[in-house]
C-alpha cells in the first residue's frame, strides 16, 4: 500500500475535502449496519492525512493544530466515527514527540509515514476513578511484559500498533508502543454503543505480552511539567462533535428544504416560510459558526503552546481549548434534536437514519464531563487559577 506524504497545510486541507467526499456516500449504510470501516479506513490511510502532524525533521508536514482540528472536524462531517478512529493515534504522536527520545521518534514515525495506524488502550473499567490504571508493566531481562484489560480502545481494532497505558514496578505511569500482532495481545470487538457504532471502541487484553523497551515512552512526566499534551487531546474531541454538528445542520436544511418530496435530492430546493423554522435554522447558524470560531481560536492558543511549553500558555491554551470543547458538545447535541424537531415524524423513519447525529453526538461528548470545563473556565477567569495538567483538560 503506497502511503502519500503530505509536505503542507494547504495539501492536508484539500486532501481532507476530497477524501470526505468519498466517505460520506455510504456513512448512513455503514452506521445502520454496523459494517466496519476496513476498505474506508484503508483510503483514509493511503491519503496520507494520517501522518500530517508527523514533524518536518521527521519527514512529515508539521502541519498547525488548527489544521489538525479542521481535517478531524471535516472526516467527521462526512463520518462522525470515522473522524474519531484516528484521535488517538494523534494523541500518541503528541506524547512521542514531547517524550520520547530522538530514535524512537525516527523510528515511529517513520512507521505512520509509511502508513501504519495507531490506535489505543488507554481507560479501564472499574477503577476507583477514569484516571487510575492497573495495568502492568513489569521487568523481563532486557524488556517487559504487560498484563491487564482495557476497554473503550478506540481504532485499538484497526490498527498495526497499539499505545497502551501501564504502570511500572515504582507505580510511574508509561505508553507502549505494542505491535497489534504481539503474542499474548487480543483485541475483542465487544462495543455496543449506540453511536459511534463503528469506532471498535472494545476491548484490549494483555496476557504477559512482550514489549521491546525501545517501544516505551514515559507518560507520567507528560502532566508533571507543562506540555499542550491534555489540550491537543482536547481539541481533537472539539473537532469530533463541531464535524458532528456540520453533519446534522446541513442535514436539517436539507430535509426541510425537500420534506415535501421523497426523502432524494430532485436538484430542486425549496426553502421553508414557517417563521419558527427560519429562527432555528438562524439559532443553529450562529452556535454552529462560534464553534468553529472558537475550534480555530483554540487551535492558535495550542499552536503557542506548542511552540513555547509555559504554565502561562499551557494553561491559556488548555482553557482556550475547553471553551471549544464546551460549545462543540452543547451545538451537536442541539443539531442532533433539532433535526427531529424541524423534520418531525419523517425525519425518524429508519431509512435515513438521520437519528445518528444525534447518538453519535450523544455517546462522543460523554467521553469527559463538559461541566467541569466549565468549572475550569470560570476559575481561571474570576480567580486566575490554572488549570489542572492532564488529559481531560
Known amino acids: 500500500m503506497t502511503t502519500r506524504i503530505i509536505t503542507s497545510d494547504g495539501e492536508a486541507l484539500a486532501v481532507a475535502l476530497d477524501i470526505a467526499r468519498q466517505l460520506r456516500p455510504d456513512s448512513a449504510a455503514r452506521d445502520r449496519e454496523r459494517r466496519l470501516p476496513h476498505p474506508e ?8 492525512l494520517w501522518g500530517i502532524s508527523v514533524p518536518k525533521a521527521y519527514g512529515g508536514a508539521g502541519v498547525s493544530n488548527v489544521t489538525l482540528a479542521k481535517v478531524i472536524a471535516i ?46 488502550a ?10 487510575d490504571r492497573t495495568t502492568r508493566l513489569s521487568s523481563e531481562g532486557e524488556g517487559f511484559r504487560i498484563n491487564g484489560r482495557k476497554f473503550y480502545a478506540t481504532g485499538a481494532l484497526y490498527a498495526q500498533r497499539i ?40 476491548s484490549v487484553v494483555f496476557d504477559n505480552v512482550p514489549v521491546s523497551a525501545q517501544d516505551v515512552v514515559p507518560f507520567q512526566s507528560v502532566f508533571e ?13 472539539a473537532a469530533i ?16 428544504r425537500t420534506r415535501s418530496r421523497p426523502w432524494v435530492d430532485s436538484g430542486v430546493e425549496q426553502a421553508s416560510d414557517d417563521p419558527l423554522t427560519v429562527k432555528h435554522f438562524g439559532q443553529l447558524a450562529i452556535r454552529l459558526h462560534a464553534a ?28 482556550a481549548v475547553a471553551e471549544a470543547r464546551a460549545i462543540s458538545t452543547e451545538i451537536a447535541l442541539s443539531a442532533g434534536t433539532t433535526l427531529f424537531e424541524l423534520g418531525g415524524s419523517q425525519a425518524t423513519l429508519a431509512e435515513h437514519n438521520l437519528d445518528r447525529h444525534w447518538r453519535n453526538a450523544r455517546v462522543h461528548t460523554l467521553h469527559d464531563p463538559v461541566r467541569w470545563k466549565y468549572h475550569a473556565i470560570g476559575n481561571y477567569y474570576l480567580n486566575e487559577q490554572n488549570p489542572p495538567r492532564r488529559g481531560t483538560l
Open 75 to 120: 472526516i467527521a462531517q462526512a463520518d462522525g466515527s470515522l473522524g474519531q478512529i484516528p484521535q488517538n493515534h494523534f494523541y500518541a504522536l503528541e506524547v512521542l514527540r514531547v517524550n520520547g527520545t530522538p530514535e524512537q521518534q525516527q523510528r515511529l514515525y517513520a512507521e505512520v509515514l509509511a502508513g501504519r495506524r495507531f490506535g489505543n
Open 292 to 319: 468553529e470560531a472558537l475550534l480555530e481560536r483554540a487551535g492558535h492558543y495550542l499552536d503557542s503552546a506548542r511552540d513555547d511549553s509555559t504554565a502561562e500558555t499551557v494553561a491559556a491554551a488548555s482553557i
Open 163 to 202: 499505545p497502551t497505558s501501564v504502570v511500572d514496578d515504582q507505580g510511574v505511569q508509561h505508553l507502549a508502543f505494542v505491535p497489534a500482532d504481539s503474542p499474548g495481545l487480543q483485541v475483542i470487538d465487544d462495543w455496543s454503543g449506540f453511536g459511534q457504532r463503528t469506532t471498535g471502541s472494545g
Open 241 to 256: 462533535d463541531t464535524g458532528i454538528a456540520r453533519a446534522a445542520y446541513e442535514d436539517a436544511l436539507h430535509f426541510v
Open 41 to 48: 479506513l484503508a483510503l483514509f490511510t493511503r491519503s496520507g
Open 225 to 237: 511539567r507543562p506540555t499542550p499534551v491534555g489540550p491537543l487531546a482536547q481539541i481533537l474531541h
Open 122 to 131: 488507554l481507560a479501564e473499567l472499574g477503577t476507583k476513578t477514569a484516571n
